[in-house]
């Protein structure tokens, strides 16, 4: 009942948000009414207004290019694996300058796991803005499940952990391997899944670079972790969780909602978001567009929230937060074939583990993602990073993740970049097949000849010229 309560005020709402955005409009600098006295501060709060009753929609990524070694490269975002509740998403690098073109050809892959906590995966703009200028990325890009039709079954933290092998496999059989990068609550469930691929004796990813997450929860508790050991499992499942009413695909699935999650974001720190937006309006009144906008792209981000399968969302809660299955050794994840697997982080072997946490995180208490060294006994390459004076947001945006963070995972990530040969034969080749001139029979016979192994995926590509 609550769900459609809240579907119907915001219907109510809608009308009244469209109207404080004209009418702010109509008071504006060099519109009809600006002339009026206090006109400025009329506009200042029917824009405020707007911003408050307005509906966030899903935010784009909106990276257009970047900049490789001082030159501008194209982006283009594209879809490589589809699944029901998730898309793999590539940012494909485009450059018409041969140089860059090799360069872009030879740097690493890097999967970035976006956590499924709330917000949506553009909450990692800044982070991939940023890797993309020295790495291939892709990203998980989770979908809303409230337009999931039931009929694509139930979300579990079981199918959370398969989607994550699925695309490092897909990564694996693109580029010969690749480097994991999770952020915040995904930690745990890469940790899970890389580890059931080294027991059952699979290839890893190259390094692992883990963000801020919940590996051992007990470590330093926050709010959330409170929250999640002082209430029961069942008041979880009997207070949080409703079913999608109807005018959604998902209409009858059982989801934990956005608007709730957005709910205990803001009551975290609710005389925080007061004063920001009382700063919005001054700056608004000031004339200060450059804070205003900060302010609109920072809450656009922010107030975008999904909702999440109640199934996930409440194994999430009992694993990670409640009984700490992963740090105790007595997680027993179900393959796709149904066979139950025990999770042993202590299998891992030949991969790198990399572990960043921010001096001030409160979401990620301190030593909660350093834990994962404690469990990956096998790795012997393992370093952490504490990022002084970061939260839980600075560790992978802003100038502190730019500044301090990125150059850490960058080395990390190249140090560790031993790709098999073949691999990194067929991307030398690819390299210089799209550099070399047209036209030339023997030419043509040498580009065949070398691409050969990877001629299904080139002959799938754009003219040359992108990576």
């Given at each position: 009942?609550?769900y459609?309560l809240?579907?119907?005020?915001?219907?109510?709402?809608e009308p009244?948000?469209?109207f404080?955005?004209?009418?702010?409009?109509?008071?504006?600098?060099?519109?009809?009414?600006?002339?009026?006295?206090m006109?400025?501060?009329?506009?200042?709060?029917?824009d405020?207004?707007?911003?408050?009753?307005?509906?966030?929609?899903?935010?784009?990524?909106?990276?257009?290019?970047?900049?490789?070694?001082g030159?501008?490269v194209?982006?283009?975002?594209?879809?490589?694996?589809?699944?029901?509740?998730?898309?793999?998403?590539r940012?494909?690098?485009?450059?018409?300058?041969?140089?860059t073109?090799?360069?872009l050809?030879?740097?690493?892959?890097?999967?970035?796991?976006?956590?499924?906590?709330?917000h949506?995966?553009?909450?990692?703009r800044d982070?991939v803005?940023?890797?993309?200028q020295?790495?291939?990325?892709?990203?998980?890009?989770?979908?809303?499940?409230r337009?999931?039709?039931?009929?694509?079954?139930?979300f579990?933290l079981?199918?959370?952990?398969?989607?994550?092998q699925?695309?490092?496999r897909?990564l694996?059989?693109?580029y010969?391997?690749c480097?994991?990068m999770?952020?915040?609550?995904p930690?745990?469930?890469?940790?899970?899944?890389?580890?059931l691929?080294?027991s059952?004796?699979?290839?890893?990813?190259?390094?692992?670079t883990?963000?801020?997450?919940?590996?051992?929860?007990?470590?330093s508790?926050?709010?959330?972790n409170?929250?999640?050991?002082n209430?029961?499992?069942?008041?979880?499942e009997?207070?949080?969780i409703?079913r999608?009413?109807?005018?959604?695909?998902?209409?009858?699935r059982?989801v934990?909602p956005?608007f709730?999650?957005y709910?205990?974001?803001?009551?975290?720190?609710?005389?925080r978001?007061a004063?920001?937006?009382?700063?919005?309006?001054?700056?608004?009144i000031?004339?200060?567009?450059?804070?205003?906008?900060?302010?609109?792209?920072?809450?656009?981000?922010?107030?975008?929230v999904?909702?999440?399968?109640?199934?996930?969302?409440?194994?999430?809660?009992?694993?990670?937060?409640?009984?700490?299955?992963?740090?105790?050794?007595?997680?027993?994840?179900?393959?796709?074939?149904?066979?139950?697997?025990r999770?042993?982080?202590?299998?891992?072997?030949?991969?790198?583990?990399?572990?960043?946490?921010?001096?001030?995180?409160?979401i990620?208490?301190s030593?909660q993602?350093q834990?994962?060294?404690?469990?990956?006994?096998?790795?012997?390459n393992?370093?952490?990073?504490?990022?002084k004076?970061?939260g839980?947001?600075?560790i992978?945006?802003?100038?502190?993740?730019?500044?301090q963070?990125?150059?850490?995972?960058?080395?990390?990530?190249?140090?560790?970049d031993?790709?098999?040969a073949?691999?990194?034969?067929?991307e030398?080749?690819?390299?210089?097949?799209?550099?070399?001139?047209?036209?030339?029979?023997?030419a043509?016979?040498k580009?065949?000849?070398?691409?050969a192994?990877?001629?299904?995926?080139a002959?799938?590509?754009?003219?040359?010229?992108?990576?």
């Amino acid at each position: 009942m609550l769900y459609q309560l809240y579907e119907t005020q915001r219907s109510l709402m809608e009308p009244f948000a469209d109207f404080a955005q004209a009418a702010s409009k109509l008071f504006s600098s060099g519109a009809v009414f600006s002339q009026l006295p206090m006109a400025q501060r009329v506009a200042a709060g029917y824009d405020l207004l707007y911003r408050l009753g307005k509906d966030y929609e899903k935010p784009e990524f909106e990276i257009k290019t970047v900049q490789v070694d001082g030159t501008d490269v194209v982006i283009l975002e594209v879809i490589a694996l589809e699944k029901p509740f998730c898309q793999l998403r590539r940012f494909k690098r485009f450059t018409d300058d041969v140089g860059t073109l090799a360069t872009l050809k030879s740097q690493p892959v890097v999967l970035i796991v976006a956590p499924l906590s709330g917000h949506y995966a553009t909450l990692l703009r800044d982070t991939v803005r940023t890797m993309l200028q020295g790495h291939k990325v892709y990203i998980t890009d989770w979908k809303n499940a409230r337009l999931v039709p039931l009929s694509e079954g139930e979300f579990h933290l079981d199918d959370y952990i398969h989607y994550v092998q699925d695309f490092i496999r897909h990564l694996q059989a693109e580029y010969g391997n690749c480097h994991v990068m999770s952020v915040c609550q995904p930690t745990v469930p890469v940790l899970a899944a890389i580890s059931l691929m080294a027991s059952r004796g699979e290839t890893l990813p190259l390094s692992m670079t883990m963000m801020g997450g919940p590996i051992d929860a007990r470590r330093s508790p926050t709010s959330v972790n409170n929250l999640a050991t002082n209430k029961s499992f069942e008041w979880f499942e009997n207070n949080v969780i409703y079913r999608v009413p109807q005018g959604f695909p998902g209409e009858g699935r059982r989801v934990y909602p956005g608007f709730l999650q957005y709910t205990g974001f803001v009551a975290m720190n609710p005389d925080r978001h007061a004063n920001s937006h009382w700063d919005y309006f001054k700056d608004l009144i000031k004339g200060d567009d450059a804070s205003a906008e900060a302010h609109r792209k920072f809450y656009d981000e922010y107030n975008a929230v999904l909702d999440m399968d109640a199934d996930y969302y409440l194994e999430t809660i009992r694993t990670v937060f409640q009984e700490f299955d992963l740090v105790n050794g007595t997680w027993d994840v179900k393959s796709p074939s149904g066979e139950v697997e025990r999770v042993r982080p202590q299998d891992i072997r030949n991969s790198a583990l990399l572990t960043i946490e921010g001096e001030l995180d409160d979401i990620s208490g301190s030593g909660q993602t350093q834990a994962a060294h404690d469990l990956c006994t096998g790795i012997e390459n393992g370093q952490h990073f504490e990022v002084k004076g970061a939260g839980h947001y600075g560790i992978f945006s802003g100038r502190r993740w730019r500044e301090q963070v990125y150059p850490r995972v960058r080395d990390f990530i190249a140090a560790n970049d031993q790709r098999p040969a073949r691999a990194a034969r067929e991307e030398l080749a690819l390299a210089a097949e799209d550099a070399a001139p047209a036209g030339g029979a023997l030419a043509v016979r040498k580009r065949t000849a070398v691409a050969a192994p990877r001629k299904t995926a080139a002959a799938s590509r754009a003219p040359a010229k992108r990576a």
